[in-house]
């Protein structure tokens, strides 16, 4: 691990109100030598959303210290698998307690590199919280061997294994720091693997304070190694060494990461974008409905992977339910500031807020018109922009297909629940989508006919989310593979079959009965008999 003499450029206190919130220059000068490094590495200054100030000037590896990270990685590896499974599982233990003792760290640092609101930051603590939880107690049961049986009963006797592929590389984008820097990193660790953590350089602290608690837990050090910076060339560089990726990202970098990984032969789980839609049926109570979807559709600010962005309401609802949501919509309060004023925080990025403004401008050009927001809040930062609800959009804009990935969701009428289904499933893109209605039995059967990971009845996506036992992942263009439940720390395991043939050498230690009575049966006595055994075993109905 490189350590180096860089100076923290940390917000100056004089100027900015929001510095006497954040970690000691020390502190993050300690944070961010836990960065794979080579001695003359360069450096990127990160700002915060919320004032443009700068925050830190992070260290950058180079494609060789990805190299020398997997390398250490592997190494440390061995002995971290070598454990009894209880102290794999009490690190993530004492990882759930440290995260929420020391969330007000974490959540200002969070705000401070993506700019959410607090309320949306604290989602990413307790999500971490459970995601450990979850992982620690239920591992032993999710890496337990499977038995299963040979041809003919009792002759074999098959256990499935799961052993750790070794270092599982992770790809993580800016938008979900902590959630996103651990989701995937903690069933790698509980299953034995070692990490290597590519978080981006914009919320690199974040990624890094989670690895500092991760050893504060009891992890030993260089199981997770962390290496910052762009993904082209040192995300790639990860994919090139791992033996398993774990990507989250867009549909089209999803893609590179996909051959790649193909090339390789290494497994790759590969979680993108989404464009997901709500239906609001004709039965709901508008208000609790429309309180719904302001959450779903602008929480962290909609740079959410699940968050919704079509909305599908059906007409006999739709004039009270849109005037419930513009009502609600318009009176969301934005702000920075690193406590719980403000209900929706920044964009992260002049580039997220350029795909924000031209998405809305282009839906404008098209024919849509703005029943709320539509507004760059320069006044409150440089990223800031209003909730946006956008009605009448064309099937030619930009904005009806593609991913805009901020606070814009367009509104469209929809006159049956067949109408509806019809029209949510009119997308490349699955990732999760939100029914509403009074019926649960109808939401339920509704929500099997939509083509998407994730469906949830009367919430947005919290409900599937924190379902932390189910899958979560994409269809179609949404990505392959799953995060959570078991499927999610399958995914680092490899499977081996181990088949233990009985009797060949006799049976209770009497030489001459058992197997060796059928190897020595001629090829017709042996198809007879086996011709015998199979219609036996389909009566009685033997899988
Ligand atoms: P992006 O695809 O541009 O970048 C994602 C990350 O991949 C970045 O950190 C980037 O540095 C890295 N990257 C770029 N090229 C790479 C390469 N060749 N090899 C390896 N890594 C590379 O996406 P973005 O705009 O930064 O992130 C937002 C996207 O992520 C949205 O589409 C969103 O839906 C998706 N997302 C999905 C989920 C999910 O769980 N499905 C969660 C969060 C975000």
């Not at 009490?90 to 609101?117: F, M, P, T, W, Y």
């Not at 209900?343 to 580039?351: E, H, I, K, N, Y």
């Not at 893109?429 to 009367?458: D, E, H, K, P, Q």
């Not at 009497?510 to 009575?517: E, W």
């Amino acid at each position: 691990m490189a350590h180096d003499d860089e100076p923290v450029q940390l917000i100056d206190p004089e100027t900015d109100p929001l510095a006497t919130y954040v970690l000691e220059p020390d502190d993050v000068r300690t944070l961010l030598a836990r960065v794979v490094t080579s001695p003359g590495h360069e450096t990127r200054t990160t700002y915060a959303p919320f004032t443009g100030g700068p925050i830190a000037a992070v260290p950058l590896s180079t494609p060789d210290d990805v190299a020398r990270a997997v390398r250490s990685a592997r190494r440390a590896q061995h002995t971290w698998a070598a454990l009894p499974l209880r102290r794999r599982a009490a690190v993530l233990l004492r990882l759930h307690d440290l995260v929420l003792a020391h969330q007000s760290d974490v959540l200002d640092l969070i705000q401070l590199e993506n700019g959410k609101s607090r309320a949306s930051a604290y989602e990413e603590v307790v999500d971490v919280a459970i995601v450990a939880r979850h992982y620690a107690v239920r591992a032993r049961s999710y890496l337990a061997p499977r038995r299963s049986g040979g041809i003919l009963p009792g002759l074999t006797g098959t256990r499935v294994l799961r052993h750790p592929l070794g270092v599982v590389g992770v790809v993580a984008p800016w938008n979900f720091p902590l959630t996103l820097a651990l989701s995937d990193v903690l069933p790698a660790l509980v299953a034995g693997n070692a990490v290597v953590l590519r978080p981006d350089p914009q919320t690199a602290l974040t990624a890094l304070w989670a690895a500092e608690q991760l050893e504060a837990a009891g992890l030993p050090p260089g199981v997770l190694q962390v290496v910052v910076g762009d993904g082209p060339t040192v995300g790639a560089a990860v994919v090139e060494h791992v033996d398993q990726v774990s990507f989250t990202g867009s549909t089209a970098t999803g893609r590179v990461v996909a051959q790649r990984a193909a090339e390789r032969l290494i497994p790759a789980t590969l979680e993108l974008g989404g464009k997901n839609p709500m239906y609001v049926a004709d039965d709901v109570d508008v208000e609790t409905a429309a309180e719904g979807a302001v959450r779903a559709c602008f929480a962290s600010t909609g740079q959410l992977c699940v968050s919704i962005e079509r909305l599908y309401v059906h007409e006999a609802v739709a004039e009270e339910f849109l005037a419930a949501f513009v009502r609600r919509t318009r009176a969301l309060s934005l702000g920075a500031g690193l406590d719980y004023v403000a209900d929706v925080g920044s964009l992260t990025s002049a580039a997220q807020l350029a795909t924000v403004v031209e998405h809305v401008e282009d839906a404008l050009t098209h024919g849509a018109r703005v029943l709320a927001g539509g507004v760059h809040r320069t006044d409150l930062g440089p990223f800031f922009y209003e909730p946006t609800i956008l009605d009448g959009v064309t099937e030619d804009a930009r904005v009806h297909r593609e991913e805009t990935f901020g606070p814009v969701v367009s509104v469209y009428r929809v006159a049956s629940d067949d109408e509806a289904v019809a029209a949510m499933n009119d997308s490349d893109l699955g990732l999760n989508a939100s029914v509403w209605t009074r019926s649960t039995r109808r939401g339920a059967a509704l929500a099997a006919r939509v083509r998407a990971g994730t469906v949830n009845v009367n919430e947005g996506y919290a409900a599937a989310w924190t379902s932390m036992g189910a899958p979560q992942g994409g269809r179609g263009q949404s990505g392959t593979g799953h995060r959570h439940g078991p499927e999610g720390l399958w995914a680092t395991t490899a499977t081996q079959t181990v088949a233990v043939q009985r009797g060949v050498h006799g049976l209770a230690g009497v030489p001459g009965i058992g197997l060796r009575r059928v190897y020595e049966l001629d090829a017709e006595q042996w198809t007879s008999m086996l011709t015998g055994a199979l219609r036996v075993m389909k009566a009685l109905r033997r899988p």
